[in-house]
């Protein structure tokens, strides 16, 4: 009984001891991560995603990197302009590892190095601009700093995509002052629109009464030529009444006493004006004959009736 307890006891020692080897063992790498692997101290290969194996105790697994981009949001930084301007520039950081085994053995607390190597490239890119120009040039600001940034990076390791310059904080009178500028640009724009917006305005109405007076004139001009018209039509038909009376006439062949008592009554139509002059006809004889013969009609009428 005794040898048979030490004996389970040594075997599930031994598997115990199996279980420690075989999980030091074997290694699966998850996506997007990367293990450098030293052997006796020194770098001996880079474990990708996967499964892998590692000699217990001769070899170790040094660093465990990940290959996800990265951001890192630093605080900001005081930095003077060229005009001596002091101000505060916090930046935010994208990047990710290249090379794990650069990475690993490159730089001491890369995260570190990246905020101390950014601060001192912002301070000498905005040593170089005026407060106005810096409020202005981000994208060269951002642009400068990555090429900048990711050229020292490249012995570490790291691959740096963009720098984005988060806040620019003037001081505190700076920013009264552009405020007291702000606010004055923006009254010289509402009164230079008003001014435009009257001066149209005026334009507007000047055209319409220029339009107004024009549309008049042509109105009346049509109404002038409308009634110049229409007296000559009607001075054209009455002509055409007239002529077409003396061609009637002309085709009727009226004779001599129609044509003397028509003279007679336009002779009585002038007498009952309000001429002062007294026209008295040339051939008073045939009057007279006329007037017996009108007598001689009346006469035997008046018989008749006594």
Known sequence: MPGDFIGIFILLFVLFLLIIVLTYTIRIIPQSNAYVVERLGAYNRTLNRGLHFVVPIIDRVASKVTLKENVFDFAPQPVITKDNVTMMIDTVVYFFISDPKLYTYGVHNPVSAIENLSATTLRNIIGELELDETLTSREIINSKMRVILDEATDP?????NRVEVKNIIPPRDIQD???KQMRAERERRSAILKAEGEKRSVILVAEGEK??????????KEALLTEAEGEA?????????????????KKAAPDQAYLTLRGYETFERVANGQATKIIIPSDLQNMAGLLASVKALVEPDKEDKK
Do not use: C, N, P, T
């Open 156 to 160: 570490w390791g790291i691959k740096v």
């Open 177 to 179: 002052a552009m405020e």
């Open 211 to 220: 339009e107004s007076v024009v549309l008049r004139a042509q109105a009346k």
């Open 233 to 249: 039509q009607a001075i054209e038909r009455i002509y055409k009444a007239q002529a077409l009376g003396v061609e009637l006439l």
